[in-house]
Nanobody, 115 residues
């Protein structure tokens, strides 16, 4: 059974930083790409960033230059370093893995940026 467990959310002032983590457990043999999505209240769930097994990354335009996604393959863990946070970054952040079997989602972690 696959589990994705996120951590690191919280409340931060605008301009501050947070680091999210997602630990995968279970059958992770086909976890090539891993990433983060986010969903703000009343809005659709949007891609934030992805990283593949070899470290190639992809970012949404809205977070380029501010967020950094990284990966520890030995620990089946990804991280999202979020810097220069803006009010519009407030959302529930979900870890996501589009494995060859089915997509997997974490339970989500709330990030709130205050003024």
């Amino acid at each position: 059974q696959v589990r994705l467990v996120e951590s690191g959310g919280g409340v931060v002032q605008a301009g501050g930083s947070l680091r999210l983590s997602c630990a995968a457990s279970g059958s992770t043999f086909d976890f090539n790409v891993m990433g983060w999505y986010r969903q703000a209240p009343g809005k659709q769930r949007d891609l934030v960033a992805t990283i593949n097994f070899y470290g190639s990354t992809n970012y949404a335009d809205s977070v380029k230059g501010r967020f950094i996604i990284s990966r520890d393959n030995a620990k089946n863990t990804i991280h999202l370093q979020m810097n220069s946070l803006k009010l519009e970054d407030t959302a529930v952040y979900y870890c996501y893995v589009p494995s060859s079997r089915r997509p997997y989602w974490g339970q989500g972690t709330q990030v709130t940026v205050s003024s």
